[in-house]
């Protein structure tokens, strides 16, 4: 069976990360995506964090299984082959700072005109109206801005916490790239095209739903809270692991687990409003309890009771543990230059038209000829494009 997005084509202008992920995204699921760079520079991700041995883990991770085409869309001959892509693909990628495209004649409206049924995607850092709409952003902007750096500190005027990973990003990326499917099948049903906005700032908001809601109807910015029963603790072999009681079914299994079954019936926890205000309490007695064996004997005690819970890994026993390789969430990928490459996999696994990780990222400009000549073009042709530096 074909992958779910198999005969969809996606002319992907994106850089650095919220965009190029979305975008390796929809190609683990079939897509193909024809990434346009810069001649003789390329995405600047190409260059974050490259290895002396010339591996750049940003690049791989955000840009695997794409092809990639140099255009310099200053020359009129580049913008002609922008138009010609346009015309035969489903969906155009941008995630330049407002203005930028449509200053290039490459805009929306431009490339409709060439393909009424395109879906135009934008992923921008703060959305399509309002004054911040043309200012350009990058993750750590959107961060702050969204409240994600208050809500992540101790306390509401503590310092602000930068989250990990590019999380707007991130985050906004994977937003992006279900926009992009939702219009996709918008045109499947109605027959339109469309142009779409995805902004970081739209994303972080809608991450923190639960922190904003609340705040909406209260007024009041809640500090950080840690439940005593929701949380990580360090077992005595200096390992932690997590447990998560939120049914009061569990409360007493994990109390019996952690040999301290007078705390099922203690009156400072024996209710969650009771564990709540007594939580820096409650959260001494179970440190101290699990404080007491190693790792794995709590770990069996509390799956023996069904209690949720699980060990907390670093990135070493995340390569390590079985359940990550079995569900294909880690892969082995066959690549050019790097003998035994492991990548991150699919997080969706569907029965009937499963995805699959379509290759590793490309060298800058390596399928610049293939994409031409699929349009038509012949080698004299091309080779009067390069010398023009149109290519």
Known sequence: MPAPLEGIRIL?????????HATVMLSDMGAEVLKVERVGEGDPGRALGRRPD???????????GKKSITLDLDKPEAKRIVHELAARCDVVTENFRPGVMDGLSLGYEHLREHNPRLIYAVNSGFGPKGPWTRRGSFDIVAQGMSGAMVAQADRP???PVQGPWGLADQVGSMVFAYGIVMALLARERHGVGQRLDVSQLGAMATLQAL???SFLHTQVQSPRFVNPTFTAYEASDGLWLTVGVLTPKHWPLLCDAVE??????????ATPFARAEHRDW???ELRAAFRVKPRGHWLQRLVERDVPCGPVHDYAGVAADPQ??????LVELEHPNFAGHRTVGIPISLSETPGRVQ?????LGQHTEEILLSLGYDWGRITALRDQGAI
Request: charge should be negative; glycine fraction near 12%; include cysteine.
């Open 12 to 20: 992907d202008f994106t850089r650095f990360q919220n965009g190029p």
């Open 54 to 64: 010339g591996f750049c883990s940003y690049f791989e991770a955000l840009d695997r």
């Open 157 to 159: 005027d503590g310092v």
């Open 211 to 213: 922190g904003l809601v």
């Open 260 to 269: 301290r079954s007078d705390l099922a019936v203690e009156p400072r926890a």
């Open 282 to 284: 409650l959260r001494g």
């Open 324 to 329: 990550f390789w079995e569900n294909d969430y």
């Open 359 to 363: 290759g590793p990222a490309p060298e």
